[in-house]
Every structure is written in C-alpha cells, then in structure tokens.
C-alpha cells in the first residue's frame, strides 16, 4: 500500500470471524514489537461494529500486557457488557498466538444537552509555519537513515512539533516535561466518525511518553530507555475529524519507580478541547 492513509484505513478495517470475534493484520515484520496504537484503534474497530452506530465513543481505558509480535494476525474478542437507555459498554480482549496481549474496555454514549466549559487552548503558533517531522530530520541529519525512511513511508500523520527538537544534552538541559505537535492524516478518512476516533486513538499513542523524556535525552538521538506503554485511557468530548488539524499538548506530570505518567489535550484550531489522553509507561535504562 503506497498511501500511508489508505493503509491506515485498510489497518483499520478488520475482518470479521464470527459474531463478535474479530481479526486484524500486523504489517511490519521488521520491527520489535506491534505498534500500541495500533492494537487500542483495532480493538475500538472491534468494540464499535458491535453496536448500532448511533452512539459515539466517549471512552476507552486500556491495558497493554504482552508486546505483540510483528507479521503475527490479532484476534479480538468482544463481550457485549451493557446495552442501557443512554450508555452502552464493550470489553475487548486481543490474543495473539493464544496468549491475552491486551484489554480494552469502551464506553459509548448518547449525546445529551447540558451545560459546558474548559480551560482554554495553550496560544501556539499554527502548523502552516512549523516545518514538517520528516523536513526537520532530513535538516538535522541530512540524508534520512533507512530505518527513518521506511517509518516515514508507513506514518499516515503530518506531524509538526511546536518547539524544535532537541539532538544534544546540552539543549535539553533544564528542559520542562512537556512537548506540543500539531498533526492530522495525510489524506481524507472518509466520513465515519468511528474510523475518524479510531484514527485519533492510533495518533495518540505516537508520542505522548515523550513528555516524559523531554527533560531526560533528546527525543531523536540514540535512546538511553527502553520504553514501553503500560496502559491508556481517552475520553472523546466532542465530534472531529482526524484529517483536519488538531493540536496536541502533553506533559508529564511524575516520573518515579521506572514508571512515568503523561498527560495529553487535543485540542482543534478553533480552541476547543476534543480529547482527554492519559499513559503510563514503563521506562528502563537499556542495559541493565
């Protein structure tokens, strides 16, 4: 698949074994273990196309188990929790090669009137004069390594950070744990809010634990932490399109026992917070 966007769409779009029984693909063999955004977008898939469509995701809380293993199919099983008047609940466990890797539990609700507010949208500039992820790296390094073009060629984002990326320690020195990208896919997703919130939730996972790293080691030199999510959770506030641009501002609050915590908003460009995201993942220095 040429188009990063239609693969991501094609990722999506899971086969259905049985009633509620469903199997998805893991593309790339060559890396060391499947993509968690992956796996939490594909379980919400499976999650969703068990209900009538009528009531969007409000949220998802998850647990990472075992790391997935690349080129290997998921298969997702889901329990109809509750069908209530206004909410409706799905669990979701994935198994790959007969061993739970994952859980996912998924809240859907009716939109009802009440009363609203938030706080307001950090000011940033806006993408259009952010250089790209793939333009500051290929600056920075010159030619992209092999390993950077094969990812670019398989991300389906448009990512651009607010701040420009740190390569030395010196330059991270003093550095607050926070971090800012604005992103959106890099085609049109159609027009299923569930493939757009699916979308959203792979997105989400892309680089919210590097707030944590910020003040630690550059986010793209060589690593000093081999990193792992140990869950996530999301909660959906209002309608979006994950084609569109969104900002999403993440910070982390602790780091202690090897574990760090971040925090991410999404926020679109009129200001308005779309999407909660809270991970905790696992961080060792590699080589102990």
Request: hydrophobic letters at 40%; one cysteine or more; aromatic letters at 8%.
């Amino acid at each position: 698949m040429s188009d990063p966007t239609e693969g991501l769409v094609e990722l999506l779009d899971l086969e259905r074994i049985e009633e509620d029984i469903f199997r998805g693909r893991s593309p790339d063999e060559r890396l060391q273990r499947v993509f968690g955004g992956q796996v939490a977008g594909q379980a919400l898939v499976a999650a969703g196309r068990t209900t009538d469509g009528a009531r969007p995701v409000h949220s998802l809380h998850a647990y990472f188990l075992r790391p997935g293993r690349p080129g290997v199919p998921i298969v997702y099983q889901v329990e109809r929790v509750r069908d209530g008047r206004s909410f409706t609940t799905r669990r979701v466990v994935a198994v790959q090669q007969g061993r739970t890797i994952f859980n996912l539990t998924a809240s859907f609700h009716q939109p009802e009137p009440g009363f609203e507010h938030q706080l307001p949208m950090p000011e940033v500039p806006g993408p259009e004069g952010l250089p790209s992820l793939g333009d500051e790296l290929r600056a920075h390094l010159g030619v992209l390594p092999e390993a950077l073009r094969r990812m670019g060629r398989r991300v389906a984002f448009d990512i651009r950070y607010v701040d420009r990326l740190r390569w030395t320690p010196e330059e991270i020195e003093g550095a607050e744990p926070r971090s800012a990208v604005w992103m959106r896919a890099m085609g049109p997703l159609g027009d299923d809010p569930l493939v757009h919130t699916c979308a959203l939730t792979y997105a989400s996972d892309m680089m919210l634990l590097d707030a944590v790293r910020v003040p630690v080691e550059p986010l793209w030199g060589p690593r000093g932490f081999d990193m792992a999510s140990l869950d996530h959770a999301m909660w959906f506030h209002r309608p979006f399109r994950t084609d569109e641009w969104f900002l999403y501002q993440q910070e982390s609050p602790i780091a202690t026992g090897a574990r760090g915590l971040a925090r991410g908003q999404i926020f679109d460009r009129r200001g308005r917070l779309l999407v909660s995201v809270m991970q905790e993942g696992l961080f060792r220095k590699i080589g102990d």
